[in-house]
């Protein structure tokens, strides 16, 4: 079992709608989770990151965290074409200092005007 | 505020051939990371920096790799020798280590690698 899974997609939207992406993870012990949005050929720029049970909102995208399911979601709310990338979970077990983050392998996200 | 500087940006070489990039972190930003991202997968760590003292290195293949922050500030990760399968993209990200659940790491452009 991968520490982080996403589906690999494509998940196509239309312009307007919501996109949901989700994410699971397999350790307990993760404490803080980030989504990272990906151009081709760019780098990984942070959307936002939760560490508490329930909702999250910055702007038009909304993250949600459910503990006991170890399940992560991020909804954007009014799709528009600029969102089409590939969008990764990443996850922070921050045990004994160590705050690298493990990544899902990203969802590809195709927005249609 | 300045981003992660990273350079070369793009990278060619034969295997068996050495390479190195460098990184420089946001100002201020103690801790270091290098992350390996192959194509159509997500940015898997290779190495932690605290300052100039290493957090973990577990998955860094140590045979062939090798990584130091010598200040405390920029970074440099060498290939010695290269393969066909170190084709990445190699990132640089930094966090300011403020403590707590909300330390964010702000990666740079990457260096992408071909071995030929």
């Known amino acids: 079992q991968k520490e982080v899974e996403q589906n690999s997609g494509p998940l196509s939207v239309p312009e307007g709608a919501i996109a949901s992406l989700n994410c699971t993870y397999s350790d307990r012990g993760s404490q803080s989770f980030f989504w990272y949005r990906q151009y081709s050929g760019k780098s990984p720029e942070l959307i936002m990151f939760?560490?508490?049970?329930g909702d999250k909102e910055d702007g038009r995208f909304t993250a949600q965290l459910n503990k006991a399911s170890q399940y992560v979601s991020l909804l954007i709310r009014d799709s528009q074409p600029s969102d089409s990338a590939t969008y990764l979970c990443a996850v922070n077990k921050q045990a004994t200092g160590r705050r690298a983050l493990t990544f899902g392998s990203g969802t590809r996200l195709q927005v249609q005007p | 505020e300045a981003g992660v500087a990273q350079s070369p940006r793009y990278k060619i070489i034969e295997k068996r051939q050495s390479v190195a990039f460098w990184c420089n972190p946001i100002?201020?930003?103690?801790?270091l990371y290098w992350y390996q991202q192959i194509l159509g997968q997500g940015p898997k760590l290779l190495i932690q920096?605290?300052?100039?003292?290493?957090?973990?290195d577990s998955q860094l293949p140590k045979d062939r790799f090798s990584a130091e922050r010598l200040k405390g500030v920029d970074s440099t990760l060498k290939i010695q020798p290269a393969k066909l399968e170190d084709s990445a993209v190699y990132l640089c990200?930094?966090?300011?280590?403020?403590?707590?659940?909300?330390?964010?790491?702000?990666f740079g452009p990457g260096t992408r690698l071909t071995v030929l």
């Open positions: 990200a930094s966090s300011l280590l403020a403590g707590g659940v909300t330390d964010t790491q702000y």
């Open positions: 100002s201020g930003h103690a801790t």
């Open positions: 920096f605290q300052n100039n003292g290493v957090v973990d």
């Open positions: 939760i560490y508490s049970n």
